[in-house]
């Protein structure tokens, strides 16, 4: 047999030992992972609209609100506190994903990034509490302007994608939940 065909076969063999063996990790890891995110994004959710005791998932129509990923009822003893949101806008070094609180006053109740792949020292500050804790106790009855939220010094963009992705959540807060949803 000749050398380049015994030594196809041993890469080969190894190619095919070393593909099942991360199969077989990301077999084993995909559900811990999964309940980890579950974990974080309740977490987030609770920051944001505290005092809720369960969250229930709201039906979203993707084509209507793109960059709204996900909305949930905050509920105490079965009567509505107000929303949450998990919502995506573009920043300086990619997508910022939000979540917003909504209590039912129509008040923005908390506010916490949930991934960024910002300027580390510079966007990166959005997930300080000083920046973020910002948007808490505004209005949710109009979208916010830049000029509502102090931008964090030299990372403009970043902030404003931030209070662009909250203004998504108060967008669809006023159309489908203020309203009743007559706007799908």
Do not use: W
Not at 28 to 43: G, H, L, S
Not at 48 to 54: K, N
């Amino acid at each position: 047999m000749p050398d380049t065909l015994k030594m196809g076969l041993k890469l080969l063999l190894i190619t095919a030992i070393a593909t099942f063996a991360l199969a077989l990790t990301q077999m084993i890891t995909e559900e811990p992972i999964r309940v980890q995110a579950e974990k974080a994004n309740d977490e987030a959710r609770a920051a944001v609209l505290e005092g809720a005791e369960e969250f229930r998932s709201l039906e979203i129509s993707e084509r209507t609100y793109p960059n709204i990923l996900e909305a949930h009822e905050g509920l105490v003893n079965g009567n509505t506190i107000g929303y949450t949101f998990k919502t995506t806008n573009s920043g300086y070094g990619g997508q910022i994903v939000v979540i917003v609180g909504i209590d039912s006053e129509g008040v923005i109740s908390g506010v916490r990034i949930a991934q960024h792949a910002e300027t580390p020292g510079l966007g990166a500050k959005a997930q300080e509490s000083s920046f973020y804790q910002q948007y808490s106790g505004k209005s949710g009855s109009s979208n916010l302007s830049n000029d509502d939220i102090q931008a964090i010094t030299g990372a403009t963009v970043s902030s404003n994608a931030v209070t662009g992705a909250v203004n998504h959540a108060i967008d669809y807060y006023l159309a489908e939940l203020v309203t009743g949803g007559d706007n799908q």
